[in-house]
């Protein structure tokens, strides 16, 4: 069975930093594309970065680009999210994915995790 499990959200004050995880299991975990999406109440899910299964290159969204990174650690079978100079627009419950092609759409991914809190206070 396969499982995607975030963590590290959580309140944290503007300019401040946060470091998501994301535990995968059940997967083929370095044939992958992982990725990172948000979405914020009453807005569509929004793409943040992705990074491809062997972990060389990375896109990230326009709207975190600078001051996200989006990373993976094969051996350990985890994505990770490192998040800094946050702003209250980011905002969202973040979710990790994986799906078998490179993509900024969420309907491209086959699997996803339930989804861990970011809000920043301004």
């Known amino acids: 069975q396969t499982q995607l499990v975030e963590s590290g959200g959580g309140l944290v004050q503007a300019g401040g930093s946060l470091r998501l995880s994301c535990a995968a299991s059940?997967?083929?975990?370095?044939?992958?594309?992982l990725a990172w999406f948000r979405q914020a109440p009453g807005k569509e899910r929004e793409f943040v970065a992705v990074?491809?299964?062997?972990?060389?290159?990375?896109t990230h969204g326009n709207s975190v680009k600078g001051r996200f990174t989006i990373s993976k650690d094969n051996a350990k079978n985890t994505l990770y999210l490192q998040m800094n100079s946050l702003k209250a627009e980011d905002t969202a419950v973040y979710y990790c994915?994986?799906?078998?092609?490179?993509?900024?759409?969420?309907?491209?991914?086959?699997?996803w995790g339930q989804g861990t809190q970011v809000t920043v206070s301004s």
């Open positions: 990074i491809t299964s062997n972990g060389m290159a990375t």
């Open positions: 994915a994986a799906g078998r092609s490179i993509s900024t759409k969420s309907t491209d991914y086959n699997y």
């Open positions: 059940g997967i083929a975990f370095n044939r992958y594309f």
